[in-house]
């Protein structure tokens, strides 16, 4: 007859199987429920027992031991299935154990048949190397997630630096395109103002403002312009303001300023008389272009603005074009002390001043130079009574003292 794997046999040694009968009769199949666990009285120690598959043994201290779930012990003549085996073992050294510990309290409770599987220490081995091996996969398992881990922080790492040296080399190409960019969306907003502004009325005329009148009125001035409202403010030019205040003979000059989006500003500049020609009890203003400007009495004329004599009402000859250069050219403090101006020719002005001396002046050349040399003299002179001044030449002038 085989042995069971892993099973030893032997007679009253405590932690073996006791050796069965050589001849060992069939048993019957049990009743169901719980059997009965048979005994083994102190006297019959010797004697042998077919009872050995039974759940309970009865020991010589009537101290009994149960092997829950054990069952029937295998047959010797098969092979024993350490598989199956391995869910019975934990309750039964469990239970082991408890009767170990029993029979340590209790010495007179001496077992004289134990029975302990002999391949326990093998089947311990076995869960001790599984656990290894549990152990060793849960390693390696750790090993494999942190090499992975460190495989995506290096394939992030070499993305970022390829990232990196992209845009460095591209940075140039990145830099041309972004003026490109620039550039173009500059030039395409200035073309469509342009379009809004030429093509559209969002752009246009509503509101005048007039600068620079004294005598005009400036009701005048935007009564003038009002032709040009409604127009759009890049398609009005100077010519045609000039059209509209070209009626107006009091104004010498004017500048146009647009002020988006619908502001036209006028700067002007009024004619300023320079001569006063007599006419019986008045006077009448003229510029320095001849124009006439107002017709005040003789009492009313204003300071600086001398009366002219010997060229009666032709202001386009030299002579009167030539007198009107020289007042124009004169600082403000010169022509103050003026009273009178006349000429026979563009080259024989004479001016004369308050006091009644005449000043020779000569062309209406270097008019500043004479005006700073004839008030350096004058100056020099003081009190002195004169009878004439010359300062044609004004590097060499001359006075004439009364006398």
Request: proline letters at 7%.
């Amino acid at each position: 007859m085989k042995r069971p794997k892993g099973f030893r046999y032997s007679e009253g040694t405590p932690g073996e199987w006791p050796r069965p009968r050589d001849h060992e009769e069939p048993r019957e199949a049990e009743p169901a429920g719980e059997p009965e666990a048979p005994s083994i009285a102190p006297g019959d120690a010797g004697v042998e027992h077919d009872e050995t598959t039974a759940e309970t043994v009865q020991l010589l201290s009537a101290t009994s031991v149960r092997f829950d779930r054990f069952g029937e012990l295998p047959s010797l003549d098969d092979d024993l299935d350490a598989g199956a085996f391995d869910a019975r073992l934990g309750d039964s050294e469990a239970h082991t154990d408890a009767n170990e510990s029993a029979w340590a309290e209790d010495e007179d409770a001496q077992p004289t048949v134990s029975i302990v599987p002999a391949g326990g220490s093998r089947l311990r081995g076995k869960a001790s190397s599984q656990l290894e091996a549990f152990t060793d996969r849960r390693a390696a398992d750790a090993q494999y997630r942190e090499a992975k881990k460190e495989a995506r922080a290096a394939e992030r790492g070499r993305k970022k630096r390829e990232r990196h040296e992209r845009l460095r080399f591209s940075h140039h190409q990145r830099l041309r395109r972004r003026r490109q960019l620039i550039a173009l969306s500059a030039v395409s907003i200035l073309v469509l103002s342009v379009l809004v502004g030429v093509f559209t009325p969002l752009m246009s005329v509503r509101v005048i403002e007039v600068r620079g009148v004294d005598r005009v009125p400036e009701a005048a001035v935007i009564d003038a312009l009002e032709g040009v409202k409604g127009r759009p403010l890049a398609l009005v030019t100077d010519d045609s303001v000039h059209e509209k205040l070209e009626g107006l003979t009091l104004l010498q000059s004017f500048e146009v300023e647009k002020i988006p989006p619908h502001t036209l500003a006028v700067v002007v500049q009024e004619r300023v008389p320079v001569v006063a020609v007599p006419q019986n009890e008045e006077v009448m203003l003229v510029d320095a272009s001849g124009v006439r400007i107002d017709v005040v009495p003789q009492a009313e004329r204003p300071e600086g603005i001398p009366l002219v004599r010997g060229v009666g009402t032709d202001f386009s000859s030299d002579a009167f074009t030539a007198m009107a250069t020289v007042l124009s050219a004169m600082p403000e403090v010169t022509r103050n002390r003026i009273t009178e101006i006349s000429a026979e020719t563009p080259q024989q002005v004479q001016v004369t001043l308050g006091s009644g001396v005449p000043v020779l002046w000569g062309d209406s050349a270097n008019n500043a130079r004479k005006s700073a040399v004839l008030e350096a003299m004058l100056t020099a002179l003081g009190d002195v009574a004169l009878q004439s001044i010359d300062v044609s030449s004004p590097d060499a002038p001359v006075y004439i003292p009364a006398g």
